[in-house]
């Protein structure tokens, strides 16, 4: 290989941003390579290949080749005699870009479903190569076995864009910038290369080997491989450095010699083999009429709203940022709005009331993900209010927007593994895939997926997930699984279009008209303050949107409101801490009822908690009571209630 042919600086015209086109077939030409047979492909208007070995062991490991194909073969020929299949696409001009990665997406799935390949891929990435290998790992860290890297390039402003020691290729720079479509500040700014967020790889126990030469001045280690196994250990994640003392060493130190081709072959091999049996993501969702109005909406309007409306798994960062990204990659020309929507702590019935204000408010929806099943375990929501509150959000939904696409989430917690491995569906799982089928969403079922990957030792809940708030491994299983589902119903997509009609509701008491009730339509007497800022004075946590915000407070016994609504449901939405309080209350007149606000949780944080007080009442008008009971639970330091809104069905 000449120095010109390994730097690959071709006058081939740039590929624009645009929407991978979905095909992956081969083109019939049967060849030889190394005694091998090589099949040619066409995956996306890019060539590849895949090379079969004369046995294939058992699973069919494979080694992906991520550039420059012809050289330093020594490890893929010895990978083939051993049972290994080897594959290849090019997209060499590309520079690990999103487009490199939708078109990686596309060969890997052709491999997978049609050549039937291993589930995880070792990969091997020579100079530029570590920008396709590391940036493919880290959005698919499940789908790796091993990465081995010879001179990777790990940061493109080292190489090629030489801001570093290193010196850099002006004509490289100025096409990587073209395909990334970024300004020189832009591409300065970028921190997602191979060195970077390198935190999800780390969590898969992903193996590295760089193989690298200490005096490469065009691509420096210092820059690359070095920096990145120091920031890969430091994230927990195991990385392997040797370094090519012996010579020939050519162009500027970059080209060293491969003397240890057994030694590599054998951390392929043994990173590879026996292949582990992987749990099919698939087997864990329903596509039912998948979401093909967002597809719509996403490439012919060039537009899409999309909102996440769920608890604390939705509001903290992991498997929701890893969605935004994903859908800006898979549609690069369209303009995405993202909506946050997410509450720690809330579940169903608090998403049915708030989901006017927090989300629909903002405008038009196209696609809507929904995740209610963890909380609604933890808050011992009553199995009948759980289907009430999610046809509700699914059908005032739906009248705000009546083509958009919903899709249903179930996470994992310890009680819902508990409750399969009893041979039992939990019953939030149940009701979600209840209403998803009625209305014919898309659903997931995470936590029986997390339950057969526990049980099937892929993984373990101490150590990897760690938490009902997954770790940094659990939000990129999570990802996965939520891209499992996207990529087949985006699949299907694309000469479809769906009109949607609300069927039957499941219960006619729905909470689908559920919205928050002004505090300041209460009457109540002195003892009831209205707080315009209401803040924490015992030291204790408070949650989003539950903090500094108007509050309706009263600390004594006796003291009173009552309040005029109209409607089928009525409740509270409080803030409970450390010194709530026992309420007593009654609707039109009827006997007094106790409601403890008092929580779990109360004693160092003050919950946002949502009280049904009254629900599947005659549509029409009503009147409730509030009094502040004497009595208290005895882990409270008072009799306080705090209302921040009064829930009502209209």
């Known amino acids: 290989m000449t120095a010109n042919t390994f730097k690959l600086l071709t006058n081939q015209s740039v590929i624009l941003f645009l929407m991978v086109v979905v095909f992956a077939t081969p083109s019939n030409a049967q060849t030889v390579w190394k005694g091998f047979n090589k099949t040619d492909l066409n995956i996306s208007g890019h060539k590849g290949y895949v090379v079969k070995p004369k046995v294939a062991l058992p699973g069919k490991p494979w080694v992906w080749r991520a550039s420059f194909p012809d050289w330093h073969t020594g490890i893929d020929s010895l990978l083939l005699t051993r049972g290994f299949h080897v594959a290849y696409v090019s997209v060499d001009d590309q520079y690990g870009s999103p487009y490199a990665m939708q078109v990686w997406d596309k060969f890997y799935n052709y491999l997978i ?22 940036g493919w790992a880290k959005r698919n860290p499940d789908k790796v076995s091993c990465i081995y890297a010879e001179t990777p390039v790990y940061d493109f402003k080292s190489w090629p ?30 921190m997602d290369n191979p060195i970077d967020n390198l935190e999800g790889l780390a969590s898969f126990k992903v193996p590295v080997l760089n193989m690298i030469g200490l005096d490469d001045k065009l691509v420096p280690p210092a820059e690359n491989s070095l920096l990145f196994a120091e920031r890969y250990i430091a994230a927990g994640g195991p990385v392997t450095t040797y370094p090519v003392t012996e010579g020939p060493q050519h162009l500027n130190g970059h080209h060293v010699p491969d003397k240890h081709n057994e030694e590599w072959t054998d951390f392929i091999y043994y990173n590879s083999y026996p292949v582990k049996k992987i749990s099919p993501y698939a087997d864990y969702h329903k596509k039912r009429r998948g979401i093909t109005n967002f597809y719509r909406a996403a490439t012919d309007n060039k537009k899409a ?3 996440f409306l769920g608890g604390s798994i939705t509001f903290n960062p992991g498997w929701r940022d890893k969605v935004y990204r994903y859908l ?32 629909l408010d903002s405008g038009k929806v196209d696609l809507l993900f929904v995740e209610a099943a963890v909380n609604d375990r933890v808050n011992k929501t009553d199995s009948l ?93 999570y990802f996965v699984f939520i891209k499992s589902l996207l990529n087949e119903c985006l699949k299907d997509s694309v000469d479809k279009s769906a009109k949607y009609m609300l069927p039957q509701p499941l219960n006619n008491q729905s909470f689908e008209r559920g919205t928050y009730y002004n505090i300041t339509n209460a009457k109540h007497d002195d003892k009831w303050k209205m707080d315009r800022n209401w803040q924490p004075t015992d030291g204790l946590g408070s949650r989003p949107g539950f903090v500094n915000v108007p509050a309706l407070t009263a600390t004594e016994p006796g003291a009173t409101l009552t309040l005029s609504f109209k409607g089928n449901a009525v409740g509270i939405a409080i803030v409970s801490g450390g010194d709530a309080g026992i309420i007593s209350y ?59 809104n009064f829930l009502i069905n209209k």
């Open 113 to 134: 479903d049609s050549v039937q390949l291993a589930p995880k891929a070792a990969l091997e990435a020579v100079s530029r190569g570590g920008l396709y290998a590391l």
């Open 586 to 644: 009654a609707i039109d007149g009827a006997p007094l009822k106790q409601v403890d606000l008092y929580t779990e949780w109360s004693g160092f944080l003050h919950l946002p908690w949502y009280v049904l007080l009254g629900s599947g009442l005659k549509n029409g008008e009503h009147t409730l009571q509030i009094k502040i009971s004497a009595d208290k639970n005895a882990k409270s330091k008072g009799n306080a209630c705090r209302i921040v």
């Open 328 to 359: 800006e990659e898979r549609f690069p020309q369209t303009k995405f709005t993202f909506i946050m929507a997410g509450i720690p702590s809330l579940g169903s019935l608090p998403h049915a009331f708030r989901l006017q204000r927090d989300l």
């Open 385 to 477: 209010t759980q289907v009430r509150a999610l046809e509700g959000i699914i059908r005032h939904a739906r009248k705000a927007n009546p083509q958009m696409d919903v899709v249903m989430m179930e996470f994992a917690d310890p009680d819902k593994t508990a409750d399969y491995n009893m041979g039992k569906q939990p019953i939030e799982i149940k009701n979600h895939e209840i209403v998803a089928a009625n209305y014919g969403l898309p659903s997931i079922n995470i936590a029986k997926g997390v339950k057969d990957k526990l049980a099937n030792k892929e993984f373990d809940w101490n150590n990897d997930f760690k938490d009902l708030h997954p770790a940094i491994y659990g939000q990129e299983l």
């Open 305 to 307: 709203t999309v909102a």
């Open 161 to 190: 864009g030489g801001k570093g020691k290193g010196l850099g290729d002006s004509a490289a720079w100025k096409q990587l910038k073209q395909v990334y479509n970024f300004t020189e500040a832009q591409a300065l700014a970028y």
